[in-house]
């Protein structure tokens, strides 16, 4: 990890000047991961700016929390001024989700999904949260503050929904008990944790809660959906619309109730786990998987 880290901050100190961006329907991981990137490269003075495009948008479910926890105002970048920069990719390493270019001046991206191959500069593992990855990439060189591990904690808890998935691994838990962090779990999940608002518009619930993958020339596009299980009685219309948006649709639906997460593909049900599974990037191979091998 420490070579690694050391040759990341060696091959940046080439560039003038960076600009540090997450995936344009941002959540905690992708706004904080950015912005302790952007800490840490600027502690070796690296020129770097933490960003957002005009266009970005904050995911419904994760708007509270970044508003709470939020330390810097990121740099907003018009989208018509992208070409004549160089920008750093944080929570992705697929162009189409933030800049929609793939020609574009990228020269690194740290991750923790699947790898697209589309940023030749790609550090990527498959951490609970970015914002772990980065911690463990860089801790033996620069000291992150009790701030800024709560940030990291914050990744971590948003992006398993506070340590209740399958994503959040024993490896992860020992990064995570490593933080020292001063946020309680439970608290904060009493605080922030909210299932998909069924009140709300169902297109606007789709289209806040969708991510497009590239994996294997093939475009997912993925809709996520929290609920318990009273909110099941929803699922064959939000299932049937999301079809109609979207092709080649990867529906998911969290049961908090009973712990279970159903999988549709192209508007059927494709598979049932038996615990939450939030991490795309599983789902996505067990998609492609189950394409060889049935066509589907």
Do not use: W
Not at 44 to 49: C, K, L
Not at 211 to 231: A, C, F, Q, W
């Amino acid at each position: 990890m420490k070579k690694e880290a050391l040759k990341i901050i060696e091959d940046l100190k080439q560039y003038d000047e960076l600009y540090i961006i997450g995936h344009n329907n941002t959540d905690c991981d992708s706004y904080f991961s950015s912005y302790l990137l952007y800490k840490v490269l600027k502690s070796f003075n690296i020129n770097v700016h933490f960003c957002i495009l005009d266009d970005y948008s904050i995911l419904e479910d994760d708007k509270k929390t970044i508003n709470d926890f939020s330390k810097e105002e990121p740099e907003v970048v018009k989208r018509s001024e992208i070409g004549s920069k160089k920008f750093i990719l944080v929570d992705h390493n697929d162009p189409s989700q933030s800049l929609n270019e793939e020609g574009l001046n990228i020269v690194l991206s740290i991750d923790h999904h699947i790898v697209t191959n589309k940023v030749k500069n790609t550090y990527s593992i498959e951490y609970t949260s970015t914002g772990l990855y980065i911690y463990d990439l860089f801790k033996e060189l620069y000291d992150f503050s009790l701030e800024e591990r709560d940030l990291i904690a914050i990744t971590v808890m948003t992006d398993s929904c506070f340590l209740t998935t399958s994503r959040f691994k024993e490896s992860d838990k020992v990064l995570f008990n490593e933080l020292n962090t001063s946020l309680d779990v439970n608290e904060t999940k009493k605080k922030y944790f909210r299932i998909t608002d069924f009140s709300l518009d169902m297109d606007f619930n789709i289209t806040n809660n969708h991510k497009v993958y590239h994996v294997d020339d093939l475009e997912i596009n993925r809709v996520m959906i929290k609920g318990y299980t009273e909110e099941k009685k929803y699922m064959d219309e939000y299932v049937k619309r999301s079809n109609e948006i979207y092709s080649n649709n990867l529906f998911i639906f969290n049961d908090f109730e009973k712990l279970e997460t159903f999988v549709y593909y192209k508007g059927d049900l494709l598979k049932t786990y038996d615990h939450i599974v939030t991490s795309s990037m599983l789902i996505t191979k067990d998609l492609i998987n189950e394409i060889k091998t049935y066509g589907l």
